[in-house]
């Protein structure tokens, strides 16, 4: 048997002594390039949990300091627990902000006769109770707000395009129903408001709202509307 070169046998040990790169080793070295290209995969699922924190628990507004500090109260608030209270000034408000939009509206429109009596009373007694229940709230330390709802968002909308008959017959119709809405609303509350004086103002207001939804109801059968 010959034997093998020297150079050939040093080849053969050398291949000995420097094993093939294990599977670990790739793995660390693909990790390592992760990071550096934008930190490990952990680290990136704990920036993005901060980030979602940030955003939700701290609200930044244009107020001093940055955050949102305004009460539970106001129903614009981040996460606002909004009490019956502050639900009934701020449904009573929009109602009526609502009313009074409307009712201008049709006046604009050059309505006559007892729908045009009707709607300036309308402008006329949902302005007094609404800047009467601003007061009240004001004193009573609550934050509101009169913001309609997306209902009486969309029918102030159909009515800018609408005129005559059509405006006239969707007038009445939101007015009766605004009515109802308002009359359970204020009920409610005078029986069970929990500040003694929004319960008196509800039961206080009550009866205009009921004649209001009278003469409403009027006006949609085509009646002779009632007398205040």
């Known amino acids: ?25 790739t793995n660390k070295g693909n990790g390592t390039q992760q990071d550096l290209a934008g930190g490990s995969q952990a680290d990136r699922g704990s920036t993005s949990a901060t980030n979602v924190t940030g955003a939700v628990g701290e609200r930044m507004t244009d107020a001093p ?27 009573a408000l929009a109602d009526g902000t609502f009313e009074i939009q409307m009712s201008q509206r049709l006046i604009a429109d050059k309505a006559d006769g007892d729908l045009r ?12 109770v609404g800047d009467e229940l601003r007061t009240l709230a004001k004193k009573q330390g609550m934050n509101v ?4 709802n997306r209902e009486q968002t969309g029918i102030l909308g159909r009515a800018e395009k609408r005129t005559g008959k059509e405006l006239r017959d969707l007038y009445t119709t939101s007015t009766v129903k605004g009515h109802q809405t308002a ?30 939804l009278r003469m409403a109801q009027d006006l949609k059968a085509g009646r002779p509307m009632m007398k205040m």
């Open 183 to 212: 009359v359970a609303l204020f009920r409610t509350a005078a029986q069970s408001a929990e500040r003694p004086d929004l319960k008196a103002f509800a039961a206080k207001t009550l009866p205009t709202l009921e004649m209001h």
């Open 65 to 91: 300091g940055g955050f949102d500090e305004r009460p539970a109260e106001d129903p614009n608030a981040p996460g606002a627990a909004v009490t019956p209270d502050a639900n009934f000034v701020n449904s």
């Open 145 to 148: 707000s009169d913001r309609l």
């Open 117 to 128: 009596r009707f709607a300036e009373q309308m402008v006329k007694d949902h302005t007094a």
């Open 1 to 25: 048997m010959k034997k093998l070169p020297l150079y050939f046998a040093l080849a053969v040990l050398g291949a000995c002594a420097n094993p093939t790169t294990s599977e670990d080793d």
